[in-house]
C-alpha cells in the first residue's frame, strides 16, 4: 500500500512540481496546464485507500464493476538537460472538518510524494497555491514565492512579477502556507530537497468562490515557464479568465441588487464592481469580515443540505 | 493476521472451516439489517468470538440515547459452527471506513479463512406493504451470481455515491473474497418501524442457502400483527388506503401523499392494540 510506479523511467537532474485543488484551484490548474502543455506520461499513483473514501460506484446488471476514487498520479517529460516530474492530485487528503490537509494522513502523503522525489534524485521541487490577497480581479495577480531555503530567495525574485513574503505589505517576511503545499515544502526541508511554493494572488473576496481563478495560475505558468525557459500555450487559460470574470460581475452585480445586505458592505461591494485597483482604497477588517460573511454564506448556499441516496 | 492486532479483542478461539461471513449494519430502514442478524445469531446458536475496538472509528464523545436507552458502537462477530457460518453486527463507523472495513477482512479472511461474504441493507421502495419483497443483489464476481441465479435475486444496476456495503464488496474483491451485497426492498412508510415481511425475506434466503432450518414462526406472528393494524388503518382512511391501492399496482405517490401515509402508519404501527 502506498506508490504504485507502472514504470521506471531514467531521468536526470529532475525538478518536481505538484499541484492539487484549493482555494481557486490556482495550483492545479497551473500544474496541470505545464503537463499537458509538454504531453507528460503518467508513470505511478499513490493508492487511494488510506486517504480518500470513494466517490463513486458503478453497478451493471448486478456486477460491482468499478470504484471510482480521487486519484494522485505522477507523470514524467524529459526535457532537454532537465527532466520533470508531476504529481497531480484530484483531492488532498483531510481530517474532521478541515478543508485542507493536515494531519497524519497528510503528511503520509507529502511523505509519499518525497519517497518518489528522493527515488528519482530530484534535486528540486515546486509546489503551487493560492494566495489571498487584497486585489482586484481586474488586477494582474502576483506571484508570491517561498522557498524552504534561504540560498534559493535570489532565484525565485529574478522572475518577473514574483514577491517575496518581506515585500508583502504588513508580512514582514511572515504567514502560513495551509495544506499540502505548506506541509511537503516542510517535509522536503526535513529530507534536505530544495523546494518553493509559487503563489498565485486572489481577490480575499473570491477565496470561498466555485470557480476556479485561472488568472493566478496563469501568473504561475508564466514563472514556471521563464524557470524551464519553455514556451506555453495560454489560449485555454485566457479562455478560461474571461469566463470567470463575466462570471465574476454578474455575482457583484446580484450580490449589490440583494435586499437585506448591511449598507456598509452594500458600498464595498459597489466599490469593487465599479473600482479599478488602484481606486479601492484602504479597507477594515471589520469592513473585509462583514463582506466575507456575505459572499461566502452566498457561495456555500448551492452545497447546503444535499442529501443523496446512496448504494 | 499481523496488521491491526490492537483494534481486535477475541473472546473466544474456533477453529473455522472456511465459513461464509454475512454482515449487517446496527442502523437499517425497517430494522432489518440488524434484525436479520439477530435472528440468525438466535436462531442457529452462534457464539460471539471477537469484537473490533470503536476507538479510532467512533468520536467516543459520551453516548447517543435512543428510545431512553444509552447507546454505543458495537461491532461483533458470532459464529456457528454447525453451520459453519460467522455474522457480524456492526456500527457503521464514523472515520477511516478503509481501517475499520479492512479490519473486517482481516477478521473474515486471515482468521475464519471465509471465502464467501454477504452484506445487508434495506433499500426503500414505493412499494406497497402487501406486495411480496424483492432482494436486489450486487455481486462482485461473476462466479458467485451464477452460484446464487436459482434464487431469484434482482440484478441491480445502479451508478452513485457507495454505501459502506460496497465499499466492503469492492475491498472483498481485491482480496479474492467472492461476495454479494443483498439490497431487499422495504415499503418506504415502514423505514421508521420493523418490516417483518423483508427480514423474513431475507432470512428465508439465507436459510434456503445454508440450510439453516430456521423456524420463521416469530416473525409470521409478527406479520400478521402488522397487517392488522395497517388493514385497520385502511378500513378507517380511506386517502390512505387510496395510497397504499396505488402502490399495489405499481403506481408511485407525490411528496404529500407520501408524508401523509408515513405519519399516518408510524401511528397507527406504534399505538393501535391488535385486535
Given at each position: ?7 521506471e523511467p531514467e531521468l536526470e537532474n529532475v525538478v518536481m512540481f505538484c499541484g492539487w485543488p484549493g482555494i481557486g484551484n490556482v495550483g492545479l490548474v497551473a500544474i496541470d496546464t505545464l503537463r499537458v502543455a509538454l504531453k507528460a506520461e503518467e ?119 514574483t514577491v517575496l513574503m518581506s515585500e508583502i505589505e504588513g508580512r514582514d517576511g511572515h504567514g502560513a502556507i495551509t495544506g499540502l503545499n505548506g506541509l511537503l515544502l516542510g517535509v522536503a526541508k526535513k529530507r534536505a530537497i530544495e523546494a518553493a ?115 | ?275
Amino acid at each position: 500500500m502506498g506508490v504504485k510506479l507502472y514504470k521506471e523511467p531514467e531521468l536526470e537532474n529532475v525538478v518536481m512540481f505538484c499541484g492539487w485543488p484549493g482555494i481557486g484551484n490556482v495550483g492545479l490548474v497551473a500544474i496541470d496546464t505545464l503537463r499537458v502543455a509538454l504531453k507528460a506520461e503518467e508513470f505511478g499513483e499513490i493508492e487511494p485507500f488510506e486517504f480518500f473514501a470513494p466517490q463513486n460506484v458503478v453497478i451493471r446488471d448486478g456486477l460491482l464493476e468499478q470504484m471510482v476514487f480521487p486519484s494522485s498520479k505522477f507523470f514524467y517529460k524529459r526535457l532537454k538537460g532537465k527532466d520533470l516530474i508531476f504529481f497531480i492530485g484530484q483531492q488532498q487528503p483531510a481530517e474532521g472538518m478541515v478543508g485542507y490537509a493536515q494531519g497524519h494522513k497528510a503528511y503520509k502523503m507529502a511523505e509519499l510524494v518525497l519517497d518518489v522525489a528522493e527515488q528519482f534524485h530530484s534535486r528540486g521541487m515546486y509546489t503551487s497555491g493560492a494566495a489571498v490577497s487584497m486585489i482586484h480581479h481586474s488586477a494582474k495577480p502576483r506571484v508570491w514565492a517561498v522557498p524552504n531555503k534561504a540560498h534559493i530567495i535570489s532565484e525565485l525574485k529574478a522572475y518577473d512579477n514574483t514577491v517575496l513574503m518581506s515585500e508583502i505589505e504588513g508580512r514582514d517576511g511572515h504567514g502560513a502556507i495551509t495544506g499540502l503545499n505548506g506541509l511537503l515544502l516542510g517535509v522536503a526541508k526535513k529530507r534536505a530537497i530544495e523546494a518553493a511554493c509559487l503563489m498565485g494572488e486572489v481577490p480575499y473576496y473570491l477565496q470561498g468562490a466555485p470557480w476556479p481563478y485561472p488568472k493566478a495560475s496563469r501568473s504561475v505558468v508564466e514563472v514556471l515557464a521563464k524557470m524551464l525557459d519553455i514556451e506555453v500555450d495560454m489560449s485555454q487559460l485566457d479562455i478560461l479568465a474571461g469566463r470567470v470574470d463575466d462570471s465574476i460581475e454578474q455575482f457583484l452585480q446580484s450580490l449589490s441588487s440583494t435586499e437585506g445586505l448591511p449598507a456598509q458592505a452594500r458600498a464595498e461591494i459597489e466599490k469593487l464592481l465599479h473600482a479599478k485597483q488602484a481606486d479601492l482604497g484602504p479597507i477594515t477588517d471589520a469592513e473585509k469580515k462583514e463582506i466575507l460573511d456575505h459572499i461566502d454564506e452566498l457561495f456555500k448556499g448551492e452545497d447546503r443540505d444535499e442529501k443523496r441516496r446512496h448504494i | 493476521m499481523t496488521k491491526n492486532d490492537d483494534i481486535f479483542r477475541f473472546t473466544s478461539e474456533f477453529s473455522f472451516e472456511n465459513p461464509a461471513l454475512i454482515v449487517g449494519w446496527s442502523q437499517d430502514s425497517g430494522g432489518l439489517s440488524p434484525k436479520v442478524i439477530d435472528y440468525i445469531n438466535q436462531k442457529t446458536k452462534s457464539t460471539g468470538f471477537c469484537e473490533i475496538e470503536p476507538a479510532g472509528f467512533f468520536p467516543l464523545a459520551g453516548v447517543n440515547i435512543e428510545n431512553d436507552v444509552a447507546q454505543f458502537p458495537q461491532s461483533s462477530f458470532c459464529y456457528s459452527q454447525k453451520h459453519q457460518l460467522v455474522t457480524l453486527k456492526a456500527s457503521e463507523p464514523q472515520s477511516e471506513a478503509y481501517k475499520f472495513l479492512s479490519a473486517v477482512l482481516d477478521v473474515a479472511g486471515y482468521y475464519c479463512k471465509s471465502k464467501e461474504l454477504y452484506t445487508i441493507n434495506a433499500i426503500l421502495s414505493q412499494t406497497a406493504h402487501t406486495n411480496p419483497r424483492r432482494i436486489l443483489a450486487v455481486f462482485n464476481q461473476a462466479k458467485l451470481k451464477k452460484a446464487l441465479r436459482v434464487y431469484s435475486l434482482v440484478d441491480m444496476t445502479w451508478q452513485g455515491k457507495p454505501h459502506l456495503s460496497s465499499y466492503l464488496l469492492w475491498l472483498a474483491k481485491i482480496r479474492d473474497i467472492s461476495g454479494v451485497s443483498l439490497w431487499t426492498e422495504v415499503p418506504f412508510y415502514l423505514a421508521a418501524v420493523e418490516d417483518f415481511e423483508s427480514i423474513k425475506t431475507t432470512v428465508s434466503f439465507f436459510d434456503q442457502r445454508f440450510a439453516l432450518g430456521t423456524d420463521t414462526g416469530v416473525l409470521d406472528k409478527h406479520i400478521s400483527q402488522q397487517d392488522q393494524k395497517l388493514k385497520a388503518l385502511r378500513q378507517e382512511n380511506d386517502d390512505i388506503n387510496r395510497c397504499i391501492e396505488a402502490l399495489e399496482i405499481g403506481l408511485s405517490l407525490n411528496e404529500q401523499e407520501q408524508m401523509q401515509i408515513i405519519r399516518a402508519v408510524s401511528e397507527a404501527l406504534s399505538n393501535r392494540p391488535v385486535q
